[in-house]
């Protein structure tokens, strides 16, 4: 796509050298090329790269402009044209994910702050905006009306459930016993191996006994590829992205502190320790760090953390499925899940996600 | 004219005004008005945009309009384009 704005062109990038200019361009304003971009597209002024911008899916990333053209609106005029991108492909909702103080720029054209999040022991800083709709009051407004009339205050609990084992439905039960309500929100982004209807439908199955307890969908603002990009990635520890993932951990439990828990009236989240997984384990570490700090802006919550579940020793995780199920160990796998999981397990409709399983050598 | 899918026009730049068409449940034409000069000229923009949409005979719609500043003339070309584009025959 082409459009011009007076002397201005905006098109696509799609190859080197001009994808060679991007990187330059990014690198000289402190920022790396993202991954995986669906389009690039940069603003040229006769031939010289003025501007550029990613579009990730409906998140803009990788944004910056020239130092020698800033102040004369390219910004406007890339943000235009990313937006009327994501409207092509049907996205309505478009966020942006950018440092502290490039904030403000968002906001002037337009885009809603939800969270800022900065670490001090790295220098980083994350800030997270939306424009469009549907929006975060659009949600939260379904999110008040699926926990209306609901006891407060209530607890919550995040799980992916990759699939769900009986270390969450412990977890669950033991929220449950303690909390006079327990809202359960199930990570609804699709890049886990059991697909998300499979999961939310598992939890749902294997909760019925528990009457104090709704699950949830999580919708895009509970570890999102928006709120918290690289849990679905898993950097290695010690690696420059192992930061950025401290980053979005904590920008995602931002969200969750001052948009998610007040539509709830939480006042706990419950949580299980995490013995595998790094990413998930720094996520445990800045929960117990954001969460219950006392602030102005919103209610502080409680962290309960239950230890895992042990069954012959070895901790119940759902990593663990997943291993027995590439190991062909399938009969092992009856002792570390509930009934409801073991039986959709062994239903036909499993095949695919089973033979998927199989193929990966993923971590998730 | 019902909207029948997302649309848009203009664009964020100053003096420029960008307007969002999408679909919405019912016959009802919801504005909303964003503008740098809100408070100076928000009345003015809000019943320039109720006036180009009913005369095109717009319904069942969302309208966004977020202005940086346009004139007039600029605000109803940009209503009437993101219009055209939002209500024609996919």
């Excluded at chain 1, 010289?48 to 910004?75: D, F, K, P």
């Excluded at chain 1, 709709?133 to 699926?146: H, M, Q, T, V």
């Excluded at chain 2, 004219?1 to 068409?21: H, N, P, R």
Aim: proline share 6%.
């Amino acid at each position: 796509m082409s459009a011009a704005y007076g002397d201005r062109d905006v098109r696509e990038i799609r190859d080197d050298p001009d994808r060679d200019e991007y990187r330059t361009l990014l690198t000289s304003r402190g920022l790396s090329v993202p991954e995986g971009s669906d389009l690039v597209l940069g603003l040229y002024e006769g031939e010289r790269l003025a501007a550029a911008g990613s579009l990730v899916g409906n998140v803009i990333q990788g944004l910056a402009t020239a130092r020698e053209t800033e102040g004369e609106g390219s910004a406007a005029v890339l943000v235009t044209a990313l937006l009327k991108a994501a409207a092509d492909r049907g996205l309505g909702r478009v966020a942006v994910f950018t440092k502290p103080p490039e904030a403000a720029v968002f906001e002037g054209l337009g885009f809603r702050r939800l969270a800022v999040a900065e670490r001090p022991a790295t220098g980083l800083g994350a800030a997270l905006l939306e424009w469009g709709s549907p929006g975060i009051e659009d949600w939260k407004a379904d999110l008040a009306r699926r926990a209306e009339g609901r006891p407060r205050p209530s607890g919550v609990v995040v799980v992916n459930c990759n699939p769900f084992t009986r270390g969450h439905q412990a977890l669950l039960e033991w929220a449950a016993s303690e909390s006079s309500w327990v809202h359960v929100l199930v990570v609804e982004e699709d890049r886990s191996l059991f697909p998300f209807p499979v999961r939310l439908d598992l939890v749902r199955k294997g909760t019925t006994h528990i009457r104090n307890l709704d699950v949830h969908p999580g919708g895009p603002y509970v570890i999102s590829s928006a709120t918290f990009p690289t849990y679905f990635t898993r950097p290695r520890p010690g690696s420059p992205d192992d930061a950025a993932a401290e980053l979005h951990a904590a920008l995602d439990l931002e969200v969750f502190r001052t948009h998610v828990a007040p539509v709830l009236g939480a006042v706990e989240r419950f949580v299980g320790t995490e013995p595998y997984c790094p990413t998930t384990s720094t996520y445990n570490r800045l929960m117990r760090e954001i969460l219950p700090a006392p602030r102005p802006d919103s209610p502080a919550l409680e962290i309960r953390e239950l230890p895992r579940v042990e069954r012959d020793g070895a901790a119940v995780s759902a990593s663990r499925v997943r291993d027995l199920i590439r190991a062909g160990r399938f009969e092992e796998i009856r002792t570390l899940v509930p009934e409801t999981t073991w039986d959709w397990l062994r239903s036909p409709g499993a095949a695919p996600v089973l033979e998927r399983i199989r193929a990966s050598d993923t971590r998730h | 004219m019902k909207a029948k899918k997302e649309a848009m026009a203009g664009s964020l730049e100053s003096s420029d005004v960008l307007v969002t068409i999408r679909p919405r449940e019912g016959e009802g034409v919801e504005c909303t008005i964003e503008s740098i000069v809100l408070k100076q000229y928000g009345r003015r923009i809000r019943s320039v945009t109720e006036e180009v949409a009913a005369a095109a005979g717009l319904s069942g719609a969302a309208v966004r309009v977020q202005d940086r500043g346009a004139l007039e003339c600029t605000l109803r070309a940009r209503l009437e384009t993101a219009i055209e584009r939002s209500t024609a025959g996919t």
